[in-house]
């Protein structure tokens, strides 16, 4: 009796077949490797909750880029802990600040790889929230948007490939952009998170750059998880405002949205598997629950297939190195 083949049973026999008809690849210039660079560090330090993970120096994350570039990695996403934080974080839009010093450095030592620079405040205000306070202590959307358009053009002054905000005000990317093709930078891309929600795996992150808030949450300005049509909305309005790419945050707990997203707009679309995702595969390791490389090889294709085009990832130079092993 013949079945109908639903399951491609035949063609799994040979590994070249089972190539062949493999519906999803996964290669290492699908990957961004996140990094974090510190002003005035001396050389690196071990970031407790995310094994393998290192604060770096400049000349450390230059170093970290270079490893990257020949891997095949196509690029480093920038994000900076500068040396002193106040109200406003006005380090973030400082010439000579952190990640445009860093952005120079590795597009002077690596041209062809591309430097995405995160864009947000938390980083850089005294309080951890990620744009400037009001009097009774919520987040100042409109007044928020001008200092991101500051910091974007220096960013992208400094050199950076692409901008990506993470901040989540409301018309950020529209103000972005505005200020952008006013200082005749109109060529540099928006890799907007759009759909970023307030998410609990960003515990870890928090620790490597010290934005936990001061008090009070994100829930303000990111995305509550149960909101999958909320999200969709966003990253159309997004596309809107000048959106090149649109990023959806965490991934895994999210790949619906990777691909609502991507269905929806059909523009290239990144996904970030966070901090806490990272750590939760690392953590499990070590403790000999499951296998690394499969669990995170499989959990790199799954991104992939649910639509994401960019999978950004603090993984990518241990799946690039897989990768390249496997050949
Ligand atoms: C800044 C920002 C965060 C992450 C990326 N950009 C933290 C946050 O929103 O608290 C998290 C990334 C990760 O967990 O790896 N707004």
Not at 2 to 24: I, N, S
């Amino acid at each position: 009796m013949a079945f109908p083949q639903t399951r491609l049973r035949r063609l799994r026999r040979t590994g070249a077949l089972r190539d062949l008809v493999r519906e999803t690849d996964l290669r290492a210039r699908d990957l961004i490797l996140p990094m974090f660079v510190v002003a005035g560090l001396d050389g690196r330090e071990p970031i407790a909750s995310m094994p393998g993970i290192d604060r770096l120096s400049i000349s450390a994350a230059v170093e970290e880029a270079g490893e990257a570039a020949a891997l095949g990695i196509s690029g480093v996403l920038l994000f900076g802990v500068p040396s002193a934080k106040d109200e406003q974080g006005s380090q973030a839009w400082d010439d000579e600040g952190v990640v445009q010093l860093a952005t120079r450095a590795i597009k002077e030592a690596h041209p062809d790889l591309l430097v995405v620079s995160d864009l947000c405040l938390c980083e850089y205000t005294s309080h951890g929230h990620c744009g400037v306070l009001r009097d009774d202590g919520q987040v100042d959307n409109d007044a928020t948007l001008e200092l991101l358009a500051r910091t974007a053009t220096s960013q992208a002054r400094a050199g950076a490939d692409a901008i990506a905000p993470s901040d989540m005000m409301d018309g950020r990317v529209g103000a972005i952009r505005a200020a952008l093709d006013e200082e005749d930078l109109a060529e540099t891309p928006i890799i907007a998170y759009s759909a970023k929600f307030a998410s609990a795996f960003y515990g870890p992150f928090r620790d490597a750059a010290g934005s936990t808030p001061a008090f009070g949450d994100r829930h303000g300005y990111q995305m509550d998880p149960g909101n999958g049509d909320e999200a969709v909305r966003e990253a159309l309005l997004d596309v809107q405002e000048g959106a090149d790419v649109l990023m959806v945050k965490p991934a895994l707990p999210y790949l619906d949205l990777v691909r609502r997203v991507k269905d929806a707009t059909r523009l290239p679309v990144a996904a970030y598997h966070v901090s806490g995702e990272y750590a939760m595969i690392k953590a499990a390791a070590a403790c000999g629950y499951l296998d690394e490389r499969a669990a995170v090889l499989e959990a790199m294709t799954s991104i992939r297939r649910a639509g994401a085009d960019i999978v950004i990832t603090y993984h990518s130079k241990d799946v690039a190195t897989w990768l390249r092993a496997g050949q």
